[in-house]
């Protein structure tokens, strides 16, 4: 069974940082791609970025963009979020995704793209 694990998640003030991992159980990231969600309290999912398999190109939600850095490490098939310049407003639940990456077919932060989900982490950013 394909499951995924985040962890990392925690309380920071405003203006901090914190760093989400993100690990593939049953599978490799080989052939995935793989993305972040974060929900917050009442609202809808809602995709904060992603990695195309086939190139490894990048997309990131504008709310994020220029804070927040997306990478994997194949070698030790971990995907990680490193969030800077946190806000109160990235409070949330982040989920890591992945799914089967298509032929020529990039990335995209769509929730009902992905088909496999981890159970998530709680990110609060409070003074």
């Known amino acids: 069974q394909l499951q995924l694990v985040e962890s990392g998640g925690g309380l920071a003030q405003p203006g901090g940082s914190l760093r989400l991992s993100c690990v593939p159980s049953?599978?490799?990231?080989?052939?995935?791609?793989i993305g972040w969600f974060r929900q917050a309290p009442g609202k809808e999912r809602q995709g904060v970025s992603c990695?195309?398999?086939?190139?490894?190109?990048?997309v990131y939600s504008e709310s994020v963009k220029g804070r927040f850095t997306v990478s994997k490490d194949n070698t030790k098939n971990i995907m990680y979020l490193q969030m800077n310049s946190l806000r109160a407003e990235d409070t949330a639940v982040y989920f890591c995704?992945?799914?089967?990456?298509?032929?020529?077919?990039?990335?995209?932060?769509?929730?009902?793209?992905?088909?496999?989900w981890g159970q998530g982490t709680e990110v609060t950013v409070s003074s």
């Open positions: 995704a992945a799914v089967v990456a298509k032929f020529g077919e990039l990335c995209v932060l769509q929730r009902d793209e992905y088909a496999y």
């Open positions: 049953g599978f490799t990231w080989e052939g995935y791609h």
């Open positions: 990695i195309t398999h086939t190139d490894g190109s990048r």
